[in-house]
């Protein structure tokens, strides 16, 4: 059996693979979007992001080595010798990747995925179904947005296929259509916000990542003129009508702005890129810029690469490490 594409396209897709169920995942959530049941949108985020996951799966089972049970789609992976005595890494068990498993294997294969958007669409999905939240239609439409894009680079450049064929092109004419809309209001909020003096080019690059505390919509624009401090900059939202104070919004944004980074350091060591400011409290000190995104101080306080503990930038050396650490690790060196 296979999979009925509405509109034109190319070929079958067969029933019970990752691909076929990919498919229908994204054509039922357009299904549920356009239902006039309010309930289910929530239903249609669940299999726009499902559906989403699922094309992500397929790429890294197109990338399994034959006769390896498609080992890279697998959350867990073993050796096994083969016939001949060579070693082959196979799936184990059933369980497959979760999304911080993709993001690793994606990263290691040079597999490119937008992932600040599907960032957003999950972030909608955990509100939605976990704090109840009902996102209004803007929101919504912002969420199938990101999708479309994502959709879009990702069917084209890495599964080597034309969106519009593999999902057909009544859904694909849905998201594109909600792509258009909502690229013209982010345009709008853009040029609203066009002459706002963020103080420094990292703190307006960071602004990109500004979003509504209630919907977690980008659709922000300042409440009144653009002149002004940044800490008393209120933004409203288009999608929900929510006001947010700047300096409400500006760690959340940080932590959007440098979530890799973070991630790394975090996970892998290295040097934390942001780290709370001595000024103003906030979790927004960028260490590379020496300036707050928050308050815009430019103090000169970094942690110390070693120990973590914050110094004046000329109490630490040219590694960042403090005078007490550098001694320490000079006398490990020469055990």
Avoid at 211 to 230: D, F, I, N, V, W
């Amino acid at each position: 059996m296979s999979i009925a594409i509405i509109g034109t396209y190319s070929e079958s897709i067969p029933m019970n693979t990752l691909l076929g169920n990919a498919v229908s995942s994204i054509q039922i959530g357009i299904e549920d979007y356009r239902s006039t049941d309010p309930r289910r949108m929530l239903s249609a985020i669940r299999n726009l992001t499902a559906g989403i996951l699922l094309l992500f799966k397929e790429r890294l089972r197109e990338l399994s080595p034959p006769d390896s049970g498609d080992v890279l789609i697998m959350h867990s992976i073993q050796p096994a010798r083969g016939s001949d005595g060579s070693i082959r890494f196979i799936g184990a068990k059933r369980r497959t990747v979760d999304v911080q498993q993709i993001r690793e294997r994606f990263d290691a294969l040079q597999v490119r995925v937008d992932w600040k958007r599907f960032e957003s669409i999950a972030e909608a999905r955990n509100s939605a179904e976990h704090f109840c939240l009902q996102l209004p239609e803007s929101r919504i439409k912002e969420i199938l947005s990101d999708a479309m894009h994502i959709m879009h680079g990702f069917i084209r450049h890495e599964l080597q296929r034309e969106p519009v064929e593999l999902l057909g092109v009544e859904t694909w004419g849905v998201l594109l259509r909600i792509g258009e809309i909502h690229s013209e209001e982010l345009a709008t909020c853009a040029a609203a916000r066009m002459g706002i003096d963020w103080g420094n080019d990292i703190s307006a690059a960071v602004s990109n990542d500004l979003r509504c505390a209630g919907c977690e919509s980008r659709l922000l624009k300042p409440t009144h003129s653009t002149s002004g401090t940044l800490s008393s900059r209120q933004f409203s939202c288009v999608a929900c009508g929510m006001s947010s104070a700047y300096c409400d919004l500006i760690e959340a944004a940080v932590g959007r702005h440098f979530f890799a980074d973070l991630y790394h350091a975090h996970t892998r060591g290295g040097e934390m890129p942001v780290g709370s400011c001595s000024a103003c409290g906030k979790e927004a000190f960028i260490y590379d810029y020496g300036v707050c995104a928050a308050c815009g101080s430019a103090e000169s306080v970094l942690p110390c690469q070693s120990c973590g503990e914050a110094f004046e930038k000329e109490e630490l050396d040219d590694d960042d490490v403090c005078e007490l650490c550098a001694s320490v690790l000079h006398l490990s060196s020469k055990d």
